[in-house]
């Protein structure tokens, strides 16, 4: 059996057996869905994924809303975005009426307030237009056509007063524009998408390769949006436990009502997780189990020390004519290039006019002022910073 589908299958049965929580009351339709359910997948920067548990269909929820930021931050702007949602840990609850004292504008968007004022930025003429390019861009970061589960959609919108509310009040400080109605509905639909787990850790995989397809190999949105939305869940995503959420498991993420939790290991992969019972705050009971297990098993918390970072590949060789050739892999960080300096005053160099050419071109990924600061000492000896193949400094 394949080494990782044998390690997230013993997460997963390590879990079954907890059932704390109960699935959302509030929500009809949702209320309903089997708690027994359990799920999970798991997508590598290359596209490979793997799937267990249940074969489920189950709503988004607000799971959305991180995506639905990304749209709008890649349509408007970071500026723009920020005048009408702002980006600060609410510290209550997912329906709070967290708004800002005299702009009225939401905590985050990863709230309600903050998503349905995110909902209001995505231009629609009408509430199912508006909508229908949301289940879009949702359907381009799951990399198939995703659908509106009519019934849930219905059943949000029957038990729906505290959003509409929370519309009118968003629509009184000029927040949103246009009908609070047609909003919300478009955010009730938004919330009522069908997806499986492997939609969920294909997205979250597209927020955590600088918003790269890791199937299609699409760009959906920019490196600067996804990274910008990653932060926004890493310090908002988990409701009013995301502080907790982020010392336990240090995992950027984020959970819906029905169920439902994506996270991500930036540059690492995308994750998927599915039980409906929640706690307290909302948040899958199990599927939280699941991510801190894994979390714990792999090392994956984003603050864990990496000592690769600071530590680039290095291969010295000497052509005939006596030019030293420094051939480096791996990324170039800050503290890299420190490294690759310390380890070039080491080489020994014949003669002082021996030519040393550092060849920088296979590394995947050059800090601007780190490379500077290489270039700047390896010229100072009568050497080459080399960062194309053929020779050509693609960055001086
Ligand atoms: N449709 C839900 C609501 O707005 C989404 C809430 C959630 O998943 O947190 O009430």
Redesign the pocket.
């Known amino acids: 059996m394949d080494p990782v589908r044998e390690m997230l299958g013993a997460v997963l049965d390590e879990v079954r057996g907890e059932d704390g929580g109960a699935t959302?009351q509030?929500?009809p339709e949702l209320a309903s869905a089997d708690p027994e359910q359990l799920a999970m997948a798991v997508v590598d920067p290359r596209g490979a994924s793997v799937a267990l548990g249940d074969d489920a269909l189950f709503?988004i929820?607000?799971?959305s809303?991180p995506f639905v930021f990304a749209l709008a931050l890649d349509e408007l702007g970071r500026d723009e975005v920020l005048q009408h949602v702002g980006v600060e840990p609410s510290g209550e609850p997912?329906?709070a009426i967290s708004l800002e004292e005299g702009t009225g504008r939401p905590a985050n968007p990863l709230i309600?307030a903050g998503?349905i004022a995110t909902t209001g930025l995505v231009p629609g003429p009408s509430a199912r237009e508006r909508a229908d390019r949301i289940v879009a861009v949702l359907s381009r970061f799951a990399g198939r056509p995703l659908e509106v589960d009519e019934t849930v959609c219905a059943s949000?919108a029957a038990t729906?007063e505290?959003?509409r509310a929370l519309a009118h009040l968003l629509r009184s400080y000029d927040v949103i524009d246009g009908d609070p109605n047609a909003i919300v509905e478009a955010?009730?639909r938004q919330?009522?998408v069908l997806v499986t787990v492997t939609d969920l850790a294909v997205m979250a995989g597209t927020l955590a390769f600088g918003g790269r397809h890791p199937v299609t190999g699409e760009q959906i949105v920019s490196a600067r949006t996804a990274r910008d939305v990653v932060s926004v869940m890493t310090s908002c995503g988990m409701?009013d436990a995301s502080g907790s959420w982020l010392i336990r498991v240090g995992l950027p993420a984020k959970?819906?009502?029905?169920g439902g939790i994506v996270a991500l290991s930036p540059s690492q992969f995308g994750v998927g997780v599915f039980s409906p019972r929640l706690d307290a705050y909302?948040n899958s009971t199990r599927g939280q189990l699941v991510l801190e297990r894994l979390s714990e098993q792999l090392g994956l918390h984003v603050f864990e020390q990496h000592r690769a970072i600071a530590t680039p590949g290095l291969a010295v060789e000497r052509d005939d004519d006596g030019t030293v050739h420094v051939v480096l892999d791996g990324e170039l960080s800050f503290s890299g290039a420190e490294r690759v300096l310390t380890a070039l005053r080491g080489v020994r160099r014949p003669a002082s006019d021996t030519r040393v050419l550092v060849d920088a071109s296979a590394m995947s990924q050059l800090q601007p002022a780190a490379l500077a600061v290489l270039r700047t000492e390896v010229e100072a000896l009568g050497g080459t910073v080399q960062t194309t193949r053929d020779g050509a400094d693609a960055t001086a």
Not at 255 to 258: E, M, N, R, T
């Open positions: 959302a509030y929500i709503t929820q607000s799971i809303k997912f329906n309600n998503a949000e729906g505290r959003n955010y009730f919330c009522s409701y959970s819906g009502v029905s909302g």
